[in-house]
């Protein structure tokens, strides 16, 4: 529904009553000669390995697909889900952490488990994050309001891009599109 209602001349493929993507009804939506976005928003695996099989079959190789998602939620790592034709179509996503597995080389990672015995998981890495990014946003010479409203950081996992609420607080709009 919001895609339809926000972005117009986008197509929707059908799906049959097993949950199985109609592969002809996707074939006559793709453009040769353009990149082509598959949006795929479900949590039912058969429709996911149904639509990467299509996607991948060698009668499309004339095409440039990408597979997207607003939400890369477990289904995506369901044991029948291929991997390699996640990888094969660069599936991209939206996160709000970074995925690349170099978190554990940061001081504070390493600082962390030499106190704890073990890597920090996701929660004390944002923890720390967010308290870092507050500390240094009100260290500057300039109010903690101007510093959001003009910059943009980075750290560990997070990234804060932070816009005014209708109550005068903020919000965090950082996001990452990570790929396959």
Request: hydrophobic content about 35%.
């Amino acid at each position: 529904k919001y895609l339809s209602d926000n972005f117009s001349g986008i197509k929707f493929a059908t799906v049959d009553e097993t949950n199985k993507l109609v592969a002809q009804s996707l074939k006559e939506q793709l453009d040769a000669t353009k990149q082509n976005f598959v949006i795929l928003e479900t949590e039912k695996a058969n429709l996911i390995l149904s639509t990467i099989n299509t996607l991948t079959e060698e009668t499309l190789g004339a095409y440039k697909i990408n597979l997207a998602t607003m939400d890369r939620n477990p289904t995506f790592d369901h044991e029948e889900i291929p991997l390699s034709k996640l990888v094969k179509l660069n599936l991209h996503y939206p996160s709000v952490t970074k995925e690349d597995g170099t978190q554990n080389n940061s001081k504070f990672s390493k600082r962390y488990k030499k106190e704890n015995t073990v890597f920090p998981n996701q929660y004390a890495v944002r923890g720390f994050d967010l308290t870092f990014d507050a500390i240094l946003r009100m260290a500057q010479d300039v109010p903690f309001g101007e510093t959001v409203d003009k910059f943009a950081t980075e750290y560990i996992e997070n990234r804060f891009s932070y816009d005014k609420d209708l109550k005068g607080g903020y919000f965090n709009r950082g996001v990452y599109v990570l790929k396959y």
